[in-house]
């Protein structure tokens, strides 16, 4: 694992989907809701295991999944097999993303609060731009800054513990709002135990929540019109931003 590296996408990516098992429902249905119809194109930008992405595959959709992970991709590999259907996946930087074709739509779901620089999401909106078709759609979800700084201003963790073939794996999250920087400050905690031997890795990082306005203002330098946000529930609570957007046809 390089320095730096998130535990939870690299090291620990064959336990992500044991760790995150929230239904993939709602976000297939605001996905879907913006296709125009069976056997759509879908780019997935920052698919992670492939839940959604193999999941529209099996809905009939021609979908392309891109990640930065090489282990996370493995897995949608594998899910992909399983699954008996086909989903094309790339390791790419959403930052510098060429693939020279674009889609009826592309979803973006939970990746946008990992950039933390204005020009690392200048950079990705801009790619995603150019990947949807002329009149095609954006989807993406994001953290809603206010409704996290509320939810974590004091502090608020969880802890989950999964059985896994070898033993059993414990995992911590604890998450500060930081007001000062409007960001979120996260500690993780891994923890393997096999046998009599036990792992322990941790992790700290942060992520940059964003505004309605924030939003609106980049989807609209990007190039993108129609622009429609609503408040949805994450994993932990009513604190993300759901924004649909059209590329001019
Ligand atoms: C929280 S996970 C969400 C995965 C998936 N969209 C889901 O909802 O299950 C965030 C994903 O974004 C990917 N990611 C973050 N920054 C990225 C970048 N600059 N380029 C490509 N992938 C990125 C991570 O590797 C990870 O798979």
Do not use: K
Not at 186 to 192: M, T
Request: charged share 30%; aromatic share 6%; hydrophobic share 45%.
């Amino acid at each position: 694992m390089a320095e730096g590296e998130r535990p939870f996408y690299h090291r620990f990516a064959w336990a992500y989907d044991l760790l995150v098992d929230d239904p993939v429902e709602p976000w297939l249905r605001a996905v879907e809701a913006a296709l125009p119809g069976p056997r759509a194109t879908v780019l997935d930008a920052g698919c992670g295991t492939g839940r959604h992405a193999v999941a529209l595959a099996v809905r009939g959709h021609v979908v392309t999944g891109v990640d930065a992970s090489r282990e996370l991709l493995d897995v949608a590999g594998d899910r992909a097999r399983r699954a008996a259907v086909a989903v094309h996946l790339v390791r790419a930087d959403l930052r510098t993303l060429d693939l020279a074709a674009t889609a009826d739509a592309v979803a973006c779901r939970g990746v946008l609060n990992d950039l933390l620089e204005d020009r690392d999401r200048a950079a990705v909106l801009g790619a995603l731009a150019r990947h949807v078709r002329q009149g095609g759609a954006l989807v993406l979800d994001v953290r809603d800054h206010d409704a996290t700084a509320r939810r974590y201003g004091a502090g608020t963790g969880s802890r989950r513990s999964v059985d896994v073939e070898s033993g059993r794996l414990t995992f911590a999250w604890r998450g500060r709002f930081d007001r000062r920087t409007g960001r979120l400050a996260v500690d993780e905690e891994h923890r393997l135990r096999e046998g009599d031997a036990e792992e322990v890795v941790r992790h700290a990082f942060a992520m940059r929540c964003w505004s309605p306005q924030e939003l609106r203002d980049r989807l609209d330098a990007a190039g993108f019109t129609a622009v429609a946000l609503r408040p949805a529930t994450g994993r932990r609570g009513a604190d993300r931003i759901v924004a649909t957007a059209r590329r001019p046809g």
